[in-house]
Nanobody, 119 residues
Framework: QAQLVESGGGSVQAGGSLRLSCAASGRTVSTAVMGWFRQAPGKEREFVASIRWSGGSTSYADSVKGRFTISRDNSKNTVYLQMNSLEPEDTGVYYC????????????WGQGTQVTVSS
């Protein structure tokens, strides 16, 4: 089992920035991809960004391209999400996830961290 712990959420005004962190522990060997998802009140969880553990290639949802940046620190088993130019529509619970096979579903999920953006 792998355990994921998110941190860095909070409340900011529109236009502000936050950086989320996700620390992975336990059986993180062979991690293929780590990603960020979010769920707004009354909506389904949606993909935000992902990064391949080997090579570092990234993928983003169209709604966050140019504003959010995902990165990783392999030595710390940690993935980050730098969020700039935040909008009220970015409000939600942000979840970190990990999978060991690129084409598979995500195997492990964190508990989530709340991000609230006020206008």
């Amino acid at each position: 089992q792998a355990q994921l712990v998110e941190s860095g959420g909070g409340s900011v005004q529109a236009g502000g920035s936050l950086r989320l962190s996700c620390a992975a522990s336990g059986r993180t060997v062979s991690t293929a991809v780590m990603g960020w998802f979010r769920q707004a009140p009354g909506k389904e969880r949606e993909f935000v960004a992902s990064i391949r553990w080997s090579g570092g290639s990234t993928s983003y949802a169209d709604s966050v391209k140019g504003r959010f940046t995902i990165s990783r620190d392999n030595s710390k088993n940690t993935v980050y999400l730098q969020m700039n130019s935040l909008e009220p529509e970015d409000t939600g619970v942000y979840y970190c996830a990990l999978k060991k096979i690129v084409v598979a579903k995500y195997d492990f999920w964190g508990q989530g961290t709340q991000v609230t953006v006020s206008s």
